[in-house]
Nanobody, 116 residues
Framework: QVQLVESGGGLVQPGGSLRLSCAAS????????MAWYRQPPGKQRELVAA???????TNADSVKGRFTISRDNAKNTMYLQMNSLKPEDTAVYYC??????????WGQGTQVTVSA
């Protein structure tokens, strides 16, 4: 029904930047809420940011002022611009699509490692 593929992760130094991408296919993209979650080692998956079909966004307190979520409906792609990265941002980052309260799928995840 929906396929999601994350990309853009990697190894960066504290204070560095990365831009993650989530490419969606298989169903309508523009009418769905999209979100980024992350799962640090040994911890539960947590919401990072979300963006609705009309562009309204929300961010976790831990990333406010540093991360920016966006979407390009023409490209069926969602982005997460991550600046001023900290070691505690290290996690596997996952993309998901949401209709109402139902998650429609998850990507395979992309690893972000912040280390000196």
């Amino acid at each position: 029904q929906v396929q999601l593929v994350e990309s853009g992760g990697g190894l960066v130094q504290p204070g560095g930047s990365l831009r993650l991408s989530c490419a969606a296919s298989g169903s309508t993209f523009s009418d769905k809420t999209m979100a980024w979650y992350r799962q640090p080692p040994g911890k539960q998956r947590e919401l990072v940011a979300a963006i609705t079909s009309d562009g309204s966004t929300t961010n976790a307190d831990s990333v406010k002022g540093r991360f920016t979520i966006s979407r390009d409906n023409a490209k069926n792609t969602m982005y997460l611009q991550m600046n001023s990265l900290k070691p505690e941002d290290t996690a596997v980052y996952y993309c998901t699509a949401i209709r109402g309260v139902r998650t429609l799928g998850w990507g395979q995840g992309t690893q972000v490692t912040v280390s000196a």
